[in-house]
Each structure stands twice: as structure tokens, then as C-alpha cells.
């Protein structure tokens, strides 16, 4: 059957109607909001190319964490800006390092906000890359596995609900799973960065997070944008290696890649909606050329209808607003 007996504006003609088949929901339930924590005391300090986002010490994570949970967002992501960074990234895993810290207060404070962390070396070393190096600069893959299970374990320690590798070394869900287990953290899940890649998108944040490489790039661990088949592999190895969720970043550029990692895994599957991605938005509109709660409302459910169960996103707190309205 076909037009004029099938009429598609039918279904379209109400907000009543357009509500009752509607495919996707949005949540403020599906939300994950990053953190960037910093020493000192009374700091919220901008990042000028993400309005809105702040670097916290750790003396504002209360009334953050209190805004989250009022806003019904139910998990953070906790990013760190050390004291001082060095070539093995040490203060990753320092017992007292600024996540292990922000991790500690939040547990205090509010024990029902969800609280993951990123475990990466590139906010600590001292030439930004996400790993140790070797002479010629090239990241060495199972020295840093140890870094990083190091670190994982460390937050476990300090109370961390989750973990979040994003160095993408290959091996190191295992290598991360093992050490949770063997330090009796075997009910920490890991959410894996599993389809990582080296993207332009990730400019902002590395102002945000001080995260910058002092030279070169990450395109020798991080995925080539130019690849889908190799997202397939990849997810396929963290979760073989134990990871509990999968995750594809950025998202907005890999709609693809998150519908087809879903599709063929069927995990629970998040995307990181990045900085840049944040950035442009934020830009636009503050020149008046979109309107951002459309904007934003918009691509966080076309994420959702992509296949992603839960979006890590700088938006979180005015998309939750706005879905509370
Ligand atoms: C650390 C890390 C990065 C992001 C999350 N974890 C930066 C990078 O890989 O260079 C990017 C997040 C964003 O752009 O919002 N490896
Ligand atoms: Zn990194």
C-alpha cells in the first residue's frame, strides 16, 4: 500500500501521537559526566575553549557531586591534573595522586554518585604520550601495561566504582583485569575504550586536562579514523580479555561504528561525545547560530538510536535540565 492510503504525517500530527511512537528515549540515567580535578583549594577555574566545563579542586567535588545527584545524573568520570608529571607518569598511581584523592572525597561526600576513572598515563607523563617511551619516542606496550594496572588498582583502592582504560596498549584489559583480581577487586568492572581513535576532536581536552604530547602524535596506538573493520577487532579483543563495557569515541564522526559494535556484540556500549565535538556547539551557539538544546538534545539521541546505552558527555548537567522540564 501506498500513497494517498499511507500517509506517514499521519503519526506526526500531535505532540500526544509523536510521543507514543517514539523510538528513543533519552535519560538523564544514560549520562556520564567528566571531571577534571586539580590541587589546590576554592579553584573552578574555565577551560577556555570549553565554556562551561571548569577544572575543580578537590574542596568543590561536594557541591558538584551534590548538583549531579540532584540533576539525577548518576556517574562521573574523574580526569587528573598532577602537582608535577614526570617520564613514568608516576602520580597516576601515587596512593595520595590528585584522582586518588578526588576519588576518596567523593566517597565521602556523596557515596551514591557512581564514580569511574580514566586510566591513562597521558596526563602525568612528562611528554604526554599515554605510555613509557623508548629511545626513538615510540610508546613500549608492555612496560606501560604494568603502569596502567598499576594505576587501575590504585583507584580500586582509593574506592573507584569503575575503571576506564584509554591508553589503547594492546593487552591491557588483561593486564588490568588481572590486577584487580589478584588485589581483590575482582567486582570492579572495566569499561573499555575499546574503539579509540586518534582524532582531531580531542583538541579541548587537552587543554582541559594538561594532556597535550610535547611531541608527535598518538596515530601509533591510537585507531586510524579511516577504519571500521579494525573497531571490530579491537572490542572484540577487550571483551574476550574481560571488558564489561565497551566504549567508542569520539562519537559524532563513528555513528557507524557504535551502531555496528552494538549490533555485533550486543555489550553495553557507551560513546564519549568528546570536547571538539562539545566545543563546536558551544561555539556556534554562543554566536547565535544554532540553538543549543536542540542541538544538543538532538545528537545525544541519535547517539542513543546508534545503539549507545550510555553517552559520556560534557552536556550532561544542561541536557538533564533540559529533559527535567
Ligand atoms: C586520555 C584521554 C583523552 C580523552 C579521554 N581520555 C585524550 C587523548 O587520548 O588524547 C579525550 C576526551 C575528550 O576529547 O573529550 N588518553
Ligand atoms: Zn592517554
Not at 511512537?21 to 559526566?33: K, Q, S
Request: with cysteine.
Amino acid at each position: 500500500m501506498q500513497f494517498p492510503s499511507v500517509r506517514m504525517r499521519r503519526l506526526r500530527a500531535n505532540p500526544a501521537i509523536r510521543r507514543m511512537v517514539r523510538e528513543t528515549a533519552l535519560d538523564a540515567g544514560d549520562l556520564i559526566y567528566p571531571l577534571f580535578v586539580k590541587p589546590g583549594t576554592g579553584l573552578r577555574d574555565e577551560v577556555s575553549s570549553m565554556p562551561g566545563v571548569f577544572q575543580l579542586s578537590i574542596d568543590q567535588l561536594e557541591a558538584e557531586a551534590n548538583e549531579l545527584l540532584a540533576l539525577n545524573i548518576p556517574a562521573v568520570i574523574l580526569f587528573g591534573l598532577p602537582e608535577t608529571k614526570d617520564e613514568a607518569g608516576s602520580g597516576a598511581f601515587a596512593e595520595d595522586g590528585i584522582v586518588q584523592q578526588a576519588i576518596r572525597r567523593l566517597k565521602e561526600v556523596a557515596p551514591d554518585l557512581y564514580v569511574i576513572t580514566d586510566v591513562c598515563m597521558c596526563e602525568y607523563t612528562s611528554h604526554g604520550h599515554c605510555g613509557a617511551l623508548d629511545e626513538d619516542g615510540c610508546v613500549i606496550n608492555d612496560v606501560t601495561l604494568e603502569m596502567l594496572a598499576m594505576t587501575a588498582v590504585s583507584h580500586a583502592e582509593a574506592g573507584a566504582d569503575m575503571v576506564a582504560p584509554s591508553d589503547m596498549m594492546d593487552g591491557r584489559v588483561a593486564a588490568i583485569r588481572a590486577a584487580l583480581d589478584a588485589e581483590g577487586f575482582s567486582d570492579v568492572p572495566i569499561m573499555a575504550y575499546s574503539a579509540k581513535y586518534a582524532s582531531g576532536y580531542y583538541g579541548p581536552f587537552r587543554d582541559a586536562a594538561d594532556s597535550a604530547p610535547t611531541f608527535g602524535d598518538r596515530s601509533g596506538y591510537q585507531m586510524d579514523p579511516a577504519n571500521g573493520d579494525e573497531a571490530i577487532r579491537e572490542t572484540e579483543l577487550d571483551i574476550d580479555e574481560g571488558a564489561d563495557l565497551v566504549m567508542v569515541k569520539p562519537a559524532l564522526a563513528y555513528m557507524d561504528i557504535i551502531w555496528r559494535i552494538k549490533e555485533t556484540f550486543g555489550m553495553p556500549t557507551a560513546a564519549y561525545n568528546v570536547s571538539g565535538e562539545y566545543a563546536m556547539v558551544k561555539a556556534a551557539a554562543a554566536n547565535g547560530w544554532i540553538d543549543e538544546k536542540r542541538v544538543v538534545l538532538e545528537t545525544l539521541t541519535g547517539l542513543k538510536r546508534a545503539g549507545a546505552d550510555l553517552i559520556l558527555t560534557y552536556h550532561a548537567k544542561d541536557a538533564a535540565r533540559w529533559l527535567a522540564e
